[in-house]
């Protein structure tokens, strides 16, 4: 396998340049576009993501790096403005799922005790039904269990049991929801 380092450098430079046009592109120019139906189709079909046209993505959507890995986003869910999804390794998202205003959804880090600043990634799964409340942090590896809810400023640092009331730093099980939800999250807005 090469690696960048190993490429000749006009190559290498043609990379990192195109790298940082997409994600110039896509963070500062189309996640700002005031059009929902505009970023969907550009999300869709450059980005790569996989989702229905019923998934609604709100103004100013942070995509961290933009490296395009897996994404996969069920159906009738809303991602609100000003959220930071981190798709350095996989991310699946389920139907229904409500994540709030400057969330974050984080899959890669470095190790804290690593002597050499080691990265680390891994993939994030979110269930059917969840509410990731407003600047709750979910971290990488964490599977967050159907219809569960996330409490403003939570960070979850460990999955989260189906039907959990999560809250805190570090999150932890407070309470738990109902389990008979049937709820679609169907309010879409042409200019959000």
Request: contains cysteine; hydrophobic residues 45%.
């Amino acid at each position: 396998m090469r690696y960048i380092n190993d490429l000749p450098p006009l190559k290498e430079l043609l990379l990192a340049t195109n790298s940082f046009f997409r994600g110039y592109i896509v963070n500062h120019i189309i996640a700002h576009i005031p059009c929902e139906l505009f970023r969907w189709v550009y999300y869709r079909f450059v980005v790569k993501m996989k989702m229905d046209r019923s998934v609604f993505i709100y103004m100013g959507v942070y995509l961290y790096p933009p490296t395009f890995h897996g994404i996969s986003i069920g159906k009738n869910t809303a991602i609100n403005r000003n959220v930071i999804l981190d798709w350095r390794d996989d991310v699946y998202i389920g139907n229904n799922v409500n994540i709030s205003a400057e969330a974050a959804i984080y899959t890669g880090g470095h190790r804290i005790n690593s002597t050499d600043f080691a990265y680390y990634s891994a993939p994030v799964r979110i269930e059917d039904r969840v509410w990731i409340g407003t600047r709750a942090m979910i971290m990488p590896g964490v599977t967050i269990g159907e219809g569960a809810v996330i409490l403003p400023g939570a960070v979850v640092t460990q999955s989260v049991p189906p039907f959990s009331l999560v809250g805190g730093v570090p999150g932890k099980v407070i309470g738990t929801r109902q389990k008979d939800l049937t709820y679609d999250l169907t309010y879409r807005g042409w200019f959000l």
